[in-house]
């Protein structure tokens, strides 16, 4: 056997580049992770590789021209695109269809030219289509449902004038997706003669459904 030549690769003169901030997708969504050259130039000739914690196996692979999928992650399969009518522009993003929880994590986008190779990282979060319902439940008992969240949401009953109202119970529990569902309610006074609103908050998404009711005093 002749002797194995080992090319070591080196950092390259051109950047990738990914957003800096996380990227938010629905569950059961799909989702685009950007990504491109800098300087922008044409990718068709090059390597791209998008993957978790380690290079293989892989998330999506594109080389010689084309889609490579022998060493993808199996829980990825049929789940990719890559995004080629920018390669020539130099973008290298990445489609990934019917999100679930378990594609919350980082990213490595990274891209090699020969023996010249560039990363970025970027970071994806995964949120809950959320449902939120209030309804009279009795003579005397407002009850919030809602359905569809992650991470697990806070709860908050409010007044016409925003301010908090103390709720008389509320329970938390997981669906079967994994999901979080939760009900909370509180006590209607018999001269209440005001609008209440019930509001489910996922802080770490900054995101929030409020649900109005108008109650009508006797």
């Avoid at 090319?7 to 992770?33: M, N, R």
């Avoid at 030219?113 to 970027?122: H, N, R, S, T, V």
Wanted: glycine share 6%.
């Amino acid at each position: 056997f002749g002797p194995v030549l080992c090319v070591p690769l080196v950092k390259s003169q051109f950047k990738v580049v990914g957003p800096d901030h996380p990227v938010t997708a629905i569950v059961g969504e799909e989702i685009v992770l950007p990504c491109h050259l800098s300087p922008r130039m044409s990718a068709e000739n090059m390597e791209v590789t998008w993957f978790r914690s380690q290079l293989f196996p892989f998330v999506h692979h594109y080389s010689d021209g084309k889609d490579q999928y022998g060493q993808q992650m199996p829980e990825y399969r049929e789940r990719t695109e890559l995004l080629k009518d920018g390669l020539t522009n130099g973008s290298v993003a990445l489609r990934i269809f019917s999100i679930g929880l378990s594609d919350e994590g980082q990213y490595s986008c990274f891209v090699q030219d020969g023996i010249f190779y560039e990363e970025a990282l970027l970071e994806l979060k995964v949120a809950g289509q959320y449902l939120v319902s209030v309804f009279l439940s009795g003579m005397a008992l407002m009850v919030c449902r809602s359905a569809g969240w992650y991470p697990e949401p806070e709860v908050l009953w409010r007044d016409l004038k925003g301010q908090p109202l103390p709720s008389s119970s509320r329970t938390n529990s997981r669906e079967a997706s994994t999901l979080y569902k939760t009900e909370t309610s509180i006590i209607i006074t018999e001269n209440s003669n005001q609008n209440l609103s019930c509001l489910v908050r996922n802080t770490r998404l900054s995101l929030e459904k409020e649900s109005l009711f108008y109650i009508s005093g006797q």
